[in-house]
Nanobody
């Protein structure tokens, strides 16, 4: 499967963006799905993930109540609605699929769980 992330951009603090991830080659329903981000100078971290059935979403504490993950297995797409953005949300956002819905593990563990990654989309939040 190949993943294509899109929807990033420049937004002012308090604004919203919607990221999308499209899959080709196989269906999302075969995988657990997640969004990750990497801020400048920081390690990649988990933002949100959702099970292969499209249920049981999990969120990092820093985005709870502001971000919403969703998947549409019929369209083979996944989205991340991001509201009330702040400058700390700035980074490159990646979508990925893998064998589990896990967020808080080390990068090495995340890379072993999520073995297919999209190319990343830049999100910049200005203050």
């Amino acid at each position: 499967v190949q993943l294509q992330a899109s929807g990033g951009g420049l937004v002012q603090a308090g604004g919203s963006l919607r990221l999308s991830c499209a899959a080709s080659g196989r269906t999302f329903s075969d995988y657990h799905m997640g969004w990750f981000r990497q801020a400048p100078g920081k390690e990649r971290e988990g933002v949100s993930c959702i099970s292969s059935s499209g249920g049981n979403p999990y969120y990092a504490d820093s985005v709870k109540g502001r971000f919403t993950i969703a998947s549409d297995n019929a369209k083979n797409t996944m989205s991340l609605q991001m509201n009330s953005l702040n400058p700390e949300d700035t980074g490159v956002y990646y979508c990925a699929v893998g064998d589990d819905c896990t967020l808080g593990a080390s990068l090495d563990t995340l890379l072993s769980i999520y073995d297919i990654w999209g190319q990343g989309t830049q999100v910049t939040v200005s203050s």
